[in-house]
């Protein structure tokens, strides 16, 4: 297998490899490339690439650094998935070019990403294993982690409040809400038919579905009404900031908690990677004082 070492790259500049964060700050956050960004945002893409630039060159000077090489295929892959981007190997180069990049000066940037990324590795490899004790000291001080929310099925007619249209004045949407929770009134089964007939929310092409709703997904007027609901009741006339509801409660999911056992390797896995951070953290900081 090829592998290619940062050693073996005869790089008398790297202005080039710094480009290649330019451009990578650039798009990582106003979306854009070199060419069309602003003084002011370029000064800020500038912050972000130099300290990039200058982790990965601490990263990269260290022992741990010396012996790692990266297998040619995934500078060849990962080239090959940025080429793939564009519509063809022309606009590829054609962008690089563009930014100031060729390919050349693009594999030179991979490799030193992916040697990068293969210390880094190493690195939160050496982090403590994870105990058990660790995972089940993690579960009793955060259980309300592992609560799953009451849900509650539910069903709504709306009936929107807008001046502009004689039947949707404030009294006249008040009125319209009544009347159909009048009709409904021991009738709960006819929800559906009537809120795909008089419902002025997108839910009536669906006979009011809302699905399966958790405390704070409504307005704090409904989420208070349909919380306070026993399964198969309906709510009066709701007034909200948009207008007039009717709810209907279909089922109740009790709130319920989600034990060690089936926890326990999500909690293994979050625990592992803030362990990996932690050391790699420190060995940074390590490196900076040296």
Known sequence: ????????????SMDGEYRYHLLRAAFERFQCDLVSIDARRMAEVESQARRTFDLESLVLSSCEALDAVVPEQRIEDALGELRGRYPDTDDFEEDMARNGLDEDTMRRALLRELTFDAVMQRVGSYAEPITEVDERLFYELHRERFLTPEHRAARHILITVNDDYPENTRDASRARIERIAADL?????RFGELARRHSECPTATED?????????????????????????????????????HLLLCEGIEPERSVDFEQARAKIRSALEQRRRREAQKDWIASLRRN
């Open 208 to 244: 009011g579905n809302l699905g399966r709703v958790r405390p704070g997904q409504l307005f704090p007027q409904l989420d208070k009404g349909l919380f306070g609901l026993q399964a198969g009741e309906m709510s009066g006339p709701l007034e909200s900031d948009i207008g007039f």
């Open 1 to 12: 297998m090829t592998t290619t070492s940062l050693r073996q790259s005869p790089v008398s």
């Open 185 to 189: 009134k021991g009738h709960t089964e």
